[in-house]
């Protein structure tokens, strides 16, 4: 550590930004608003699938949350009275997809109007 030398009372620490973090006062120790991490586990984005873990995570407490087999992204929700509900998350929707086959006949029934 540097020192100043103050005749009569001995040695001196320097000050201002020769001061090591730790020997500062304790306002500049301290993590702001800005310097917390992100504390929250992965989460999905809007449009995305949760994963298991997610979703086990989600129902902590209220189910336990097991995989369906031979399906992608569903599971079976159990109660504590062994009543159980299937889930699968994301957006319900209305698919509205067409085949090939239905997308050139109707652009052919179009142009024969």
Known sequence: MAYKQNPGRGPMMKTGRDIPLNMKSPAYMTDGP??????KK???KIGEIPSYEQVKEK???RYEVFPKKGKKNEYKLM???GHAVTYKPGKRVKDNSITAKEAIQMELNKKNK
């Open 34 to 39: 800005g310097d917390k991490k992100n504390t």
């Open 42 to 44: 992965d989460t999905t």
């Open 59 to 61: 129902f902590k407490g």
């Open 79 to 81: 109660d504590k009275s």
